[in-house]
């Protein structure tokens, strides 16, 4: 090989090499906004407790539930469809109001780390734990019996 063929050839692989560098997951790829109910959040450690001794969480998948129960001391918060967890200091984030005749949700953007299916039961959710929450906004609605 003459000095111009391994010149293109090096080139070539740094190339390879940065592109492999760059294809990596996209952050962004993973940012949503979320809705939560704005009750507020309880210790993941009570929710394992509940889903493995409540009839309401009855056919719970057990994989998930163990994965849950190796995040350690996290917080959870909760959506219609979904069970939100994240660290204490994400969960300060988000503020916690009581609204009587009506219901309010707090609305944030964050990171998914990963996102779990608690089961195919009845009342099944998607759980998904989280990072780096910004707060957004809050939405009360009444309930219309005011």
């Known amino acids: 090989m003459d000095k111009t063929t391994v010149m293109i050839l090096i080139v070539l692989v740094a190339l390879l090499g940065l592109s492999l560098t760059f294809a990596g997951e996209n952050p962004s790829d993973n940012e ?8 507020g959040s309880c210790e993941l450690s009570k929710l394992v407790n509940d889903i493995r001794t409540k009839d309401y969480y009855a056919g719970y ?19 219609d469809d979904e069970i939100v967890i994240m660290d204490w200091w994400d969960s300060n984030k988000i503020p916690s109001v009581s609204v009587c005749d009506g219901y309010a949700h707090e609305i944030f953007s964050c990171t998914i780390l990963e996102n779990r299916s608690l089961g195919n039961m009845n009342n099944s959710k998607d759980v998904l734990l989280v990072k780096n929450v910004e707060y957004i906004k809050e939405e009360i609605r009444g309930n219309g019996l005011a």
Do not use: H
């Open 32 to 39: 949503t906004t979320l809705n939560v109910s704005s009750e």
């Open 61 to 79: 998948d057990n994989e998930t539930l163990s994965w849950m129960e190796s995040l350690g001391s996290k917080y959870v918060w909760f959506s």
